[in-house]
């Protein structure tokens, strides 16, 4: 049974003046951490032993001799053998001893079983707890359902295999690295069959994920993720930000599509497969006239998910689009929390964050902003779930 709100958000009463910022050491970790410091919040990151030295080492606050920050922005580094080892109970009373609000990532809903998140984890969340399970394709309802719902365009559903008539992607996750992709593009189901083993044969895939895959119609396009930012403590109009939009690296594709066809052709059959695994981000802008759109697509996301999943969207949120020939995008992908591509605009800012805030305002810092105004206004149970 989920954990009641009212009991999440009451643990704050014993909360010191200052919170302290906690996320998983992956994904976003550094611009959450970047974020909190900018805004002069103490941070700290959750690491797994063998991945910490990013966090401890190389990004570790220093300060002077009269305690101000001379480099780096991780203020804090608590290292376990396993991720999972965060839902711990010691660990969980730790946490809220040293006043942590836990702003979730992909990595915390990667490591950590969805069901220890919503029923075990007593530590207050910044964002959207009840929301990162629609992220989970499998579920009887998940973001698609709430795509619908908002009324929102997304790629046509293929039902089987034997349906396939038109340039597909089949989506699963890869079956090692869990928190990344284990895609594949076919246009018939002869080409399903052939590329499906190919990849269960690599170890790609695995059989009981391709049981479960959603097929979909591919939408050909640019893809553009455009990073949102709700806000509760505004009047209602003034709730929704666009702070900026990424694209994704993806290995090995992105060198693929670098090769002209005929040397595509010289490669082996296996090595012409491309593996949709997200390596990096770059920044983008947009063609102001979509801007209209994008924000209509971002309010009628929000509400739908406010009306489905109350309280809704809490800060951060990513729709990832592609763009068709007349600019029209289809969603084809969400994020109910901080997305993977915004660790691009750390220290510079995301372009749209920095033009409503006159300054460089990242996701990372956009949160600290919000919990600084929550603390101060005095409605900080109000951001958290």
Known sequence: MPIPLAEVRGLVDAYPRTPVVGT??????????DGAATEGLPNLVLAQAGRDATYAQYFRTTRDHVGGRRRGCVDDVWTFPRFADIAAPPVQERLRGHGVLLVPNRALSSYLPLATIEEELRVPI??????????ERTERENYYTLLERAEIPLPHAIASPEAIDRLAI???????????????????AREYRQKSEQLLARGTIAAEDLAKARIEEYVIGPVFNFNFFFSPLVPRSQGLELLGVDERRESNLDGLVRLPAAQQLELSESARI??????????L???ESILEEVFRLGEQFVDAARARYPPGILGPF??????DKDGRPTVFDVAARIGGGTNIHLGLGHPYGNALWRMPM???????????????SGRLKEILT
């Not at 910044?126 to 992220?135: D, H, K, N, Q």
Request: charged share 20%; glycine share 8%; hydrophobic share 40%.
């Open 285 to 287: 802008t947009v063609r």
């Open 24 to 33: 998983v050491g992956s994904h976003s970790a550094i611009d959450i951490a």
């Open 274 to 283: 491309p593996e949709y695994t997200v390596v990096g981000h770059g920044t």
């Open 318 to 323: 990513c729709l990832q689009t592609c763009l």
């Open 126 to 135: 910044v964002g959207s707890r009840a929301l990162l399970r629609i992220e």
């Open 362 to 376: 990242s996701t990372g810092r956009r949160i600290a902003l919000e919990i600084r105004h929550a603390v101060d």
């Open 170 to 188: 089949v989506k699963l996750p890869h079956a090692v690295r869990r928190l990344e992709r284990g895609f594949f593009t076919v246009a018939s």
